[in-house]
């Protein structure tokens, strides 16, 4: 099997550093699709702003740097272009929330208001990006879908409280990105939910791993099952009642259940869709297919936070499928019950 090997940079000492990584400089393209992958608190940023503009947060027992966004989202980007070396690539689209604001030390007496743009430091605690390849597509249920590649960093997740070499924790990914309405379809044969990493070639090489053992058609066929499964409308009340009773169970109940991590406020806006959205909502008789209410739920996550982002996508798409396996083998599914 083919691998792919990062060299590290050289630092200023004798000894190589194997934390630092550089990469080949990669051709700006057209940005991947401008509309939100994601929106509750986020805003967009350019990699360029990012890495012209932002500080980078430091281990505090030795003041070494963690591995910043910028280098978290040129890693990915690089190792893309190496697994899918003449394959049209698309920028990163990407997203950042919870700004973490300071001042140079010169200002440190100056009210805020008064304060001059060079004065101010920032770096955003969470980062979420995706690279889309707009030529790899498939047409599932009559949506097409473009290959996505992307990530999550979140840096509340690490122990600051430590020295360089330990942790750091990541998310990426490999999916689907319904062109419709840029909702992203993750699923747990393309998503590494908590990757830990010393160094940029650590992450590079778990990467690598991800983008070559992914088998897209198997996650197209599997989407584009869904379609084949209907919901009435007495299933799909009785389906959000039970989504709004799980997060009530008793512990020892609710162990024996699939895990559910959507909150009342997305159940909200999966209902508020079932009738009002336009490429998803129920049809005339008030039933809906599985696709269209994976669609709904996909939707919905978009105003998740960041660090809940991906975990949700995945389990969007667990939850609708079991629901198929119930439907398909008239088993026992407990949000059907």
Request: some cysteine.
């Amino acid at each position: 099997m083919e691998t792919f090997t990062l060299i590290p940079a050289q630092s200023s000492s004798k000894e190589p550093s194997t934390n630092v990584v550089s990469f080949d400089p990669i051709v700006e393209v057209e940005p991947s699709n401008d509309k939100a992958f994601i929106l509750a608190n986020t805003v967009p940023m350019s990699l360029k702003v990012i890495e012209q503009e932002h500080i980078i947060p430091v281990f505090v027992k030795d003041n070494e740097p963690l591995i910043s966004h910028v280098d978290f989202i040129q890693g990915v980007e690089q190792v893309t272009h190496h697994v899918f070396s003449g394959e049209k690539i698309l920028s990163p689209s990407i997203r950042l929330s919870h700004p973490v604001k300071g001042r140079i030390p010169e200002a440190r007496h100056k009210p805020a208001k008064e304060l001059l743009k060079h004065e101010e430091t920032i770096y955003y605690e969470r980062c979420a990006f995706m690279i889309e390849l707009p030529n790899i597509t498939e047409i599932v249920n009559g949506n097409q879908l473009s290959l996505t590649i992307g990530g999550v960093k979140a840096y509340n997740l690490d122990n600051l409280y430590n020295r360089k070499g330990a942790d750091e924790h990541f998310k990426v990914f490999i999916g689907f990105e319904n062109r419709v309405c840029t909702n992203l379809c993750v699923w747990s044969d393309g998503y590494v939910q908590d990757l830990k990493v010393k160094n940029m070639v650590d992450l590079c090489n778990a990467v690598f791993e991800l983008l070559t053992k992914f088998h897209p058609k198997h996650q197209t066929d599997t989407l584009r099952k869904l379609g084949e499964y209907t919901l009435q409308e007495e299933q799909f009340a009785r389906l959000i009642g039970r989504t709004r009773m799980y997060q009530y169970l008793p512990n020892t109940q609710r162990k024996s259940i699939p895990k559910f991590l959507f909150p009342d406020g997305h159940l909200n806006a999966v209902v508020k869709d079932y009738y009002n959205d336009q490429s998803f909502c129920r049809l005339d008789d008030g039933s809906i297919s599985l696709w269209r209410l994976y669609n709904l739920f996909t939707g919905a996550n978009k105003q998740s936070y960041i660090d809940t982002f991906l975990d949700r996508s995945q389990n969007a798409f667990d939850f609708v499928r079991d629901i198929s396996y119930a439907l398909d083998n008239s088993s026992f599914n407990w949000f059907l019950q």
